[in-house]
């Protein structure tokens, strides 16, 4: 019974495998994949490949956010040349106006 309270306690101490599909990108990744994106074709097919299939999903989730952004400045672009075509259109009747009525004169 001494010997049970003479034991030092004894340090545990647990070790966590992660798995590759929870595995860290560090900053340096991030930064790689941003570029890899950003070329304009090879980019595209890369991350519709990542954010559909990749096996880590910190690389899925960073490529489906990438993804997002595509999809917001598309729209943005897309509401840009509408209006800007539409105030185009008008100032072109304008000006084709002014000409008209500049010819009938003379």
Avoid at 6 to 24: F, G, K, L, M
Avoid at 27 to 34: H, R
Avoid at 67 to 83: D, E, K, N, S, T
Wanted: charged residues 10%; aromatic residues 12%.
């Amino acid at each position: 019974m001494e010997n049970q309270t003479n034991q030092q306690p004894t340090n545990i101490t647990i070790q966590t495998q992660t798995s590759d599909r929870y595995e860290h990108i560090s900053a340096w990744g991030y930064f790689g994949y941003q570029i890899l994106f950003a070329i304009p074709i090879v980019g595209t097919i890369f991350l519709i490949v990542f954010a559909l299939c990749a096996h880590n999903l910190n690389l899925r989730s960073f490529a489906r956010s990438y993804f997002c952004q595509y999809l917001i400045i598309g729209v943005i672009l897309l509401f840009l040349v509408a209006v800007g075509g539409s105030l185009l259109s008008g100032i072109l009747d304008n000006l084709t106006e002014i000409i008209e009525s500049l010819g009938a004169v003379k």
